[in-house]
């Protein structure tokens, strides 16, 4: 079964610098998706990011980068330069594609990462 | 502007008590689902929908019961909550066959006393 593995429970990090926070997957399907979620301390899911395990080269949307390992699973998320609006908890997901009525697409979250920023 | 919105964002009741938290979504998404978020756990799917009047159970359905009368809304029943279903709820949409991305709602915290 699809399963995510967030293992660092907390991370802090000073103001402006880079941090990586680590998700590893295990999926024995060809075809999948990866995905980082924000949850501030207001409660919404900020989607952030979208990996294809097709995409050759590793997605990037603004201070936000995918670092994707294919060969070794893992698909961490690097933020630069980290603000301190940055703090927030961080959830890595898998999108499983679920063959019912035509198929969708299920999300499968790891326990995720709470980040504080520090200035 | 594109939205799923929930009601209530915050509810207190008692152990026995029926009720519903509504999900509503603006963007005509075949897709919905319903999600609960643990510490420690992530987020888990309890239940979702492909289109108006098809359902299917997610991986935590006990205890839940949903329906599809339109194809903008898709509540979550809890016929007789009990405290172990405390937890923050998000509802979610997405296209069904087109793109990846799923829009969540703005979560509905839930304390069963």
């Known amino acids: 079964a699809q399963k995510i593995t967030q293992t660092q429970p907390g991370m802090f990090v000073q103001e402006k610098e880079a941090v990586t926070l680590d998700c590893t997957y295990d999926?024995?399907?060809?075809?999948?998706?990866l995905f980082w979620y924000k949850q501030p301390s207001s409660g919404e899911m900020i989607f952030l990011i979208y990996q294809g395990s097709y995409d050759e080269q590793n997605a990037t949307e603004g201070r936000y980068s995918l670092n994707f390992q294919k060969a070794r699973k893992s698909a961490n998320l690097v933020i630069s330069a980290s603000q301190l609006g940055d703090s927030a908890m961080y959830f890595c997901?898998?999108?499983?594609?679920?063959?019912?009525?035509?198929?969708?697409?299920?999300?499968?979250f790891g326990a995720g990462t709470r980040l504080a920023v520090h200035p | 502007e594109a939205q799923v919105t929930q009601n209530p964002r915050y509810l207190i009741t008692v152990t026995g008590k029926k009720l519903t938290v509504t999900c509503s979504q603006n963007m005509n998404h075949e897709y919905m689902s319903w999600y609960r978020q643990d510490p420690g756990l992530g987020l888990r799917q309890i239940y979702y929908?492909?289109?108006?009047?098809?359902?299917d159970k997610g991986d935590v359905p006990e205890g839940y019961k949903v329906s599809r009368k339109e194809k903008r809304n898709f509540p979550l029943i809890l016929e007789s909550p009990s405290p172990n279903q405390t937890s923050l709820y998000f509802c979610?949409?997405?296209?069904?066959?087109?793109?990846?991305?799923?829009?969540f709602g703005p979560g509905t915290r839930l304390t069963v006393t």
């Open positions: 929908s492909m289109n108006v009047e098809v359902t």
């Open positions: 997901a898998m999108r499983e594609v679920v063959e019912f009525s035509g198929g969708y697409n299920k999300l499968i």
């Open positions: 979610a949409s997405s296209l069904r066959h087109e793109g990846y991305e799923q829009y």
């Open positions: 999926t024995s399907d060809q075809s999948y998706g």
